[in-house]
C-alpha cells in the first residue's frame, strides 16, 4: 500500500495511492531479537516532534518508492524490489537514528546485516524495532536463513510468514 501522506489539520487517514498484492510465492523471515521494544505511545510521538524533518531525504525515499520499489512490486523483480527496499529501509533509519542510536535499533541492526548477508533480497525494521525482516524467493529459501540466523540470533526468534495480501475487514455487526 503507498498512502498519499497525512491530511494536514484532520483526523482524516491519507489517501490510498495504490495498493498491489506481493507476489504469492515471495515470503518474509520476521526476526524478533531478545530485546527491549522500540519506543510507543507518548515516548514515540515526543521523539517524532523532536525529530527534524529531511527535505531531500524525503524526495530520494518518494523517488525510490515510485520508480523503483512499486515497478520491481508490479513486475516480481525481487532483486530490484530487494535493493530499493533496503535502501528505503536505511534512509528512514538515517531520520530515527539521532534517537534510537544508529539506522537501526542497536539490537536489529546485527540482524538486519545478517538477513542480507543469509540471501534475503533487502532487509529492513519494523517502525523503532527490535523486529526486523528480510525477504526471500520462496518458503524454501525462507526456511534456509532461519536456519543460518538460529546460530546468530542468541535469543530471540525467526520464522517465515506469508504476505496477508488481503488486508484488514471491518464487519458492522
Request: aromatic share 4%.
Amino acid at each position: 500500500m503507498v498512502e498519499g501522506g497525512r491530511r494536514r489539520g484532520t483526523a482524516e487517514p491519507a489517501p490510498l495511492l495504490m495498493r498491489h498484492p506481493m507476489p504469492d510465492e515471495w515470503r518474509c523471515v520476521l526476526v524478533i531479537p531478545a530485546a527491549e521494544p522500540g519506543l510507543s505511545g507518548g515516548p514515540e510521538e515526543a521523539a517524532f516532534a523532536d525529530l527534524d524533518a529531511d527535505a531531500d531525504r524525503s524526495a530520494e525515499i518518494a523517488q525510490l518508492v515510485l520508480t523503483a520499489l512499486l515497478p520491481a512490486l508490479v513486475e516480481h523483480d525481487l532483486a530490484e524490489f530487494g535493493t530499493a527496499l533496503s535502501r528505503v529501509q536505511r534512509l528512514v533509519g538515517d531520520s530515527f537514528a539521532p534517537v534510537q542510536g544508529g539506522t537501526f535499533h542497536p539490537q536489529a541492526a546485527p540482524c538486519v546485516d545478517a538477513l542480507l548477508r543469509l540471501g534475503a533480497a533487502g532487509a529492513g525494521q519494523s517502525s523503532w524495532g527490535p523486529a526486523v525482516y528480510g525477504i526471500v524467493e520462496s518458503e524454501q529459501q525462507g526456511h534456509e536463513v532461519v536456519r543460518g540466523l538460529e546460530a546468530e540470533l542468541g535469543g530471540g526468534r525467526a520464522e517465515v510468514v506469508r504476505f496477508d495480501n488481503h488486508g484488514a475487514r471491518v464487519e458492522v455487526a
